[in-house]
């Protein structure tokens, strides 16, 4: 038993620190000699090699189309407990075209099914961006905004989000932990015979852990330094006033719900765009978007 244990840790630390398009030919490799020296059984051998598989499907990269419909479903996930404001459509419209200016002049400016921003009919300072596009704003949001370029700013925040991947990068890293995982039971299960279609259970938890992660936990402080700095350059590349970032952030109180539990302080995010927003140089022109701002989001 010690020797069979042996090999099988020795084979799954194998499958876990080899580059990612070698992984299953490894894992493959390694339960096919292992079982035919009879060191561990075919049975075994069978289990480690369908599991170690896994993590090189996991850690292959998320097509486009998989990065919609995956934001898709997140996005379809949160619309369960929030609901949808419809009440002002020249709002969402107008909301649309500053989405549409901020990802024109962005480095990716077209995504699978486009970008789209929604209202949630909630007091809650909150947004929420899902990956593939989805962007969801509450009114308690728009109604801290005072001008245009704030409500640029919290856009192209959300924009920054998906156009860096964070939400993406939070779902490779979990099916890569998670296919770890049934790699590890499914080699223990085999020496003691536990039903290796349990592990099924491993990867249909994923889903509602990123939800979670990112309605409740939030994106790690980094990620949200990484998106507020890129977020200043998309918004100067369309013409907006980075300083407005900071301008939006003052306007947010210190709360420990919405924003406040899925973010860093506004004193904290502050500090950091102050950091570079004298590194962009933008005229600041927003008085001449004030009368749009004031007849739509007014």
Do not use: W
């Not at 899925?262 to 005229?283: D, K, L, Y």
């Amino acid at each position: 038993m010690k020797t069979k244990l042996g090999v099988i840790i020795v084979l799954i630390l194998a499958v876990t620190i080899f580059s990612c398009q070698h992984v299953m030919r490894a894992a493959d490799v390694g339960a096919q000699i292992a079982g035919a020296t009879g060191v561990i059984d075919p049975n075994v051998a069978d289990a480690i090699s369908v599991s170690a598989r896994a993590i090189g499907t996991a850690a292959e990269e998320i097509t486009p189309e998989q990065e919609y419909f995956i934001g898709r479903a997140v996005a379809a996930n949160i619309l369960t407990t929030h609901r949808l404001y419809n009440g002002n459509p020249a709002l969402t419209a107008y909301l649309n075209h500053i989405a549409m200016a901020i990802t024109i002049n962005s480095p990716r400016p077209d995504i699978f099914n486009g970008y789209r921003v929604a209202i949630i009919d909630s007091n809650e300072i909150n947004a929420f961006a899902t990956p593939g596009g989805h962007i969801l704003i509450t009114r308690g949001l728009i109604n801290a905004a005072r001008s245009e370029d704030a409500l640029a700013a919290v856009i192209a925040h959300e924009v920054a989000h998906i156009q860096l991947q964070h939400g993406i990068r939070a779902i490779r890293n979990n099916r890569i932990t998670q296919a770890i995982m049934a790699t590890s039971v499914a080699a223990v299960g085999a020496v003691t015979e536990l039903d290796v279609n349990q592990l099924t259970d491993i990867f249909n938890e994923s889903v509602g852990e990123i939800v979670h992660t990112m309605v409740h936990s939030g994106f790690s402080q980094a990620q949200e330094f990484e998106a507020d700095n890129t977020a200043m350059a998309l918004m100067a590349a369309a013409g907006y006033n980075p300083a407005a970032l900071i301008e939006m952030l003052r306007s947010l109180p210190a709360t420990t719900t919405g924003f406040g539990a899925t973010h860093p302080t506004p004193a904290q995010r502050i500090t950091n765009a102050e950091r570079t927003v004298g590194s962009f140089r933008v005229a600041d022109n927003s008085t001449h978007r004030q009368a749009r701002f004031a007849a739509t989001a007014r």
